[in-house]
């Protein structure tokens, strides 16, 4: 560019002079002439500076790129002096300019480095300059194209795939404001542009938590082709649902059922890993003899050694709590009723005594053994290879709760609700589970959706917990960082809330501390996580601000901005005053990615492959 030509557009671009510096925010007089909403340049309309534009302040040889937040009307001091001149001229524009970053060579940076000085010449943008203030591809990465501006109709908004997928994403609006639709619109430009490479198949994972069926339906093909995905529509209502699949490790780790029963910390937590983990136990609950023999026992210790401030009816409990473990065991009944109707206890005596036919037997005569426990419980018929591994778990811990308050080792006050709440939960657990090893041709598809719209409240709360939590552990032990985890949770209120009246303080504590650590330490590992939710206020302020990238739709509720304001230092004010008045389909986009905060349209999907989510019209189906 020669010099003329340089100086020609310097005057036509040039748009005003600094007059005000307050920190961070700068104020500008724009020249007289400058003050049409159109400049002409080299033939083609340029639009003029408006709110929510930028602006370029030269400083020698540092340019300084602002965005303006606002004008108003300032009076021309001079102007009014040179009482000739006509009221026009007394008046003058005078934009307010926040700073956001500046040119380093021809890349824009983020932060101030130099503050601009009063009479800094101010420039509307070049093309490449704007282009570069939108440029969210680092160098190295590999664009997907997400929408376009909002403001600037035509520019699309491309970023790198690195960025954004190596980053935890915050997506955060009112109902209807299209978050579901963004989340798939990122996933589906992500996977179409690598699905069919072998490497990111291998090495990638994808779980997407769907607590509303918005990504399943008929034909799945949300996001992306059905072949691409496994996908599990659980049920804890009908039968013949999916199950998913679960490791025999899985289930037989401690952890998992610390988990699933909620246990308190200081004495359920340690008799359940006694319990899951008691390989004397888990040995003999196979066998049938074997697990006859523990029974025996079992009802002898409880008649005979049993702790006197037992319960009268430990015996029954004990083996109806084994009934329900095996299966409604017909015979197990029998015994049931029988002991029910004939083993009684003397209290002056404090034993415990068989009564049948004139004959009484007490539990410390040898005959009571020999005569009546022991034959009893031979008369059994166990089948122990029809027991579910599930199954086989649930009678170690009965029999190992039992054998605890028996003895008199644990209280039963602090295990009885826990095994309360298995019994109450288990049947649940088993519509929705099943143990076994995902085929190895599945295990190609990378990307798992689990659908929770049919199962029940606490599996609703506790399952999504149960993945993530076992997910992270086996990426954290693998310690491999080319292996990558991103787990995506919509509706994600349903489990980071932050107050739930429901549970109690400790299991609330394990919740978010689980989700907690992947914010935190996920990144070292490769697990990364996408969160959606309509109420941000809910949602652990710890969790929402070390997100690293928000896309933000319509908020109304004033507790949601103010949460998304206290937490995201990403924004700006101009971008809070839009947050209410964002059309569906339009969010904010900001984080560590974005330069600058901008608004964005998000770019369309195909029907085919947009989430399931139609607002429903009345009307239509009332005609
Ligand atoms: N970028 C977009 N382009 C076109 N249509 C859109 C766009 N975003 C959303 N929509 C439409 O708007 C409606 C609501 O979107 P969506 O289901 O994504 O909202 P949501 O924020 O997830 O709501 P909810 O909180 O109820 O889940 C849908 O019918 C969707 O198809
Ligand atoms: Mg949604």
Redesign the pocket.
């Known amino acids: 560019m020669d010099t003329a030509e340089q100086i020609s557009e310097d005057s036509i671009l040039q748009i005003g002079k600094v007059i005000a510096v307050r920190g961070r925010l700068v104020e500008v007089k724009v020249h007289k002439t400058k003050n049409t909403s159109h400049l002409v340049y080299k033939g083609e309309l340029l639009k003029n500076v408006s709110v929510g534009s930028y602006i370029k302040i030269v400083k020698g040889f540092t340019r300084i790129i602002g965005k303006v937040d606002g004008e108003f009307i300032g009076e021309d001091k001079l102007a009014v002096r040179q009482s000739y001149g006509s009221s026009r001229e007394r008046i003058s524009r005078v934009l307010n300019v926040s700073l956001l970053g500046f040119f380093r060579g021809s890349t824009f940076e983020r932060g101030i480095k130099e503050m601009p000085l009063l009479d800094n010449e101010c420039y509307l943008l070049h093309n490449y300059e704007f282009d570069q203030v939108h440029n969210f591809i680092r160098s190295g990465d590999e664009p997907i194209e997400i929408g376009t501006l909002s403001l600037e109709k035509g520019q699309t908004i491309r970023v790198g795939v690195n960025g954004l997928f190596a980053s935890h994403i915050g997506i955060f609006?009112?109902?209807?404001?299209?978050?579901?639709?963004?989340l798939a619109?990122l996933y589906r430009e992500l996977f179409e542009k690598y699905k069919k490479s072998r490497k990111f198949r291998k090495a990638a994972s994808f779980l997407l938590i769907d607590f509303?069926g918005?990504y399943v339906d008929k034909k799945d093909d949300v996001i992306i082709e059905k072949k691409y995905k496994r996908i599990y529509k659980l049920s804890t209502r009908g039968k013949g649902r999916d199950r998913l699949p679960m490791a025999l490790e899985t289930i037989r780790d401690p952890e998992f059922w610390v988990v699933f029963l909620e246990a308190t910390e200081k004495t359920q937590t340690p008799f359940l890993r006694r319990a899951v983990g008691n390989s004397y136990l888990s040995a003999r609950i196979q066998d049938e003899s074997e697990l006859k023999n523990l029974i025996g026992r079992m009802v002898l210790s409880a008649t005979t050694e049993g702790d006197r401030t037992l319960e009268k009816a430990v015996v029954t409990n004990f083996l109806s709590e084994v009934r329900n473990a095996i299966h409604d065991n017909v015979n197990l009944g029998a015994l049931i009723e029988d002991f029910k109707a004939h083993l009684k206890f003397h209290n002056q005596q404090g034993t415990f005594y068989y009564q049948s036919g004139g004959l009484t037997t007490y539990s410390n005569q040898p005959a009571f053994k020999d005569n009546i426990v022991d034959p009893k419980v031979a008369a059994l018929h166990i089948n122990t290879n029809e027991l579910s591994e599930i199954d086989q778990i649930r009678l170690q811990i009965v029999i190992q709760y039992y054998d605890d308050i028996i003895r008199g080792f644990s209280n039963k006050e602090h295990l009885a609700p826990l095994i309360k709440r298995m019994d109450k939960r288990l049947d649940d657990l088993k519509k929705v589970i099943e143990v076994s090893v995902p085929p190895a041709a599945v295990r190609r598809k990378n990307l798992t959706i689990v659908s929770l719209k049919e199962v029940n409240v606490h599996i609703r709360k506790i399952l999504p917990l149960m993945l993530c939590k076992k997910l992270y552990n086996d990426h954290k032990t693998a310690n491999d960082e080319t292996n990558y985890l991103n787990i995506i949770i919509?509706?994600a209120h349903n489990i980071l809330s932050e107050n739930s009246d429901r549970e109690s303080e400790q299991w609330k504590d394990y919740r978010l501390e689980t989700f907690e650590e992947i914010i935190k330490e996920g990144r070292k590992f490769g697990v990364f996580l996408t969160i959606?939710s309509?109420r941000p206020a809910d949602i652990s302020p710890t969790i929402i601000s070390q997100l690293h990238n928000y896309f933000l739709?319509r908020l109304i509720n004033n507790e949601d901005i103010r949460a998304v304001e206290k937490t995201i230092s990403f924004l700006d004010r101009l971008s809070f005053e839009y947050l209410p008045i964002l059309p569906?389909?339009s969010c904010i986009f900001a984080g560590l990615l974005a330069n600058v905060p901008v608004v964005i349209?998000?770019?369309?999907i195909d029907t085919r492959f947009?989430?399931k989510?139609?607002?429903i019209t009345l009307i239509d189906k009332w005609r």
């Open positions: 609006g009112n109902t209807g404001s299209g978050k579901s639709y963004t619109k509303n918005e919509d509706e959606a309509q739709h569906t389909g349209d998000i770019g369309r947009e989430p989510n139609k607002t």
